[in-house]
């Protein structure tokens, strides 16, 4: 327990440095003061209506937020029960939006959930903070500080760190994956020394000791294979559809079109995990619907190869000896 405690504790304070190490302030306070202390921090702190902020993301690579999946009932009861009593406490974090027609207008770079709260809440003046980020600065700021508030899933923090580590060699996320593969054949083939002397290993391991979580080796091997799944469960998932662990469970089912006939059901129907686990449940196939299965296929075969077999005296016999057995069968 007290090692699980440690490398919690080590994970929190190396995202507590990057979160100072990003905005160039050193408070003094801890990580659960952030957010009453923030308004404090700096005197940029100022108002700006909600119209003028916008959710284009260009910063990331596929212009996605790094956070996918927000409760929508979870959401309103907390703009409804907090945020519209009390106001917004904790400032969004946005940068100027490059716009020839406006000077006012911005782009959000962290702070995704109070903005969807204000508007259930019907708070239009927003406080945030300005910022002249590039785009590998707004999206190490994006990740730091949606993970102080809450854990990635696992999904969340792949594409995360795929993304971050295409921003850093001015490449594709699917160059980066290739990147990271590489360098697992090679360290697998030649030793770690030969991935030392790797050009880009400087580069990926920064990327990593950034995060403050898995070593690139686990990444490969523990996240990597989550683009297995199936694309259209990756897909809801990160379009905020379904959560997660819910994605998991619809990726059981093997059979492709009753998976795609079940996750619109789930979608449509907003399923519970528990309701999602009973239904896929429901249609497993019992083993004598598999043996019928099994029946039918073999029927449709030997059918298929009776002429064949007439022709060959040794196989004929062969099948007239199972049939014999078959028939013994039916008749116990």
Known sequence: MGRLESSSKTATNQRIANLKQILSFTPEFEESEINQNELNQNSSVVLVHRSKIHLTFSFAPDSQP???????????????????????????????????????????????RRYHASEFAGIDMLPVRIFNWNNLEAFKASITENKNRRDFSALEDLDATLKLLALNIEGTIEEAISLLYQMDNLKRRSGMENVLAHPQYEVIQSVFDFLGGISWESFVKSRLPLLKKPKEILDCVRQGKIEYTKGLEIAKIKEPELRKKLLEKIITQKLSLTEIKKLIQSHKPNSSNVIQDRLDIAYKQFKKSLKKIETNPERLQQAENLLSQIEEFLKQ
């Open 66 to 112: 790094v956070r996918y999946y927000y409760d929508i009932e979870e959401l309103k009861a907390w703009a409804l029960n907090d945020l519209k009593p009390n106001g917004i406490h904790s400032p969004l974090w946005v940068r100027p939006l490059d716009n020839e027609q406006s000077d006012d207008e911005y782009e959000l770079v962290a702070g995704k």
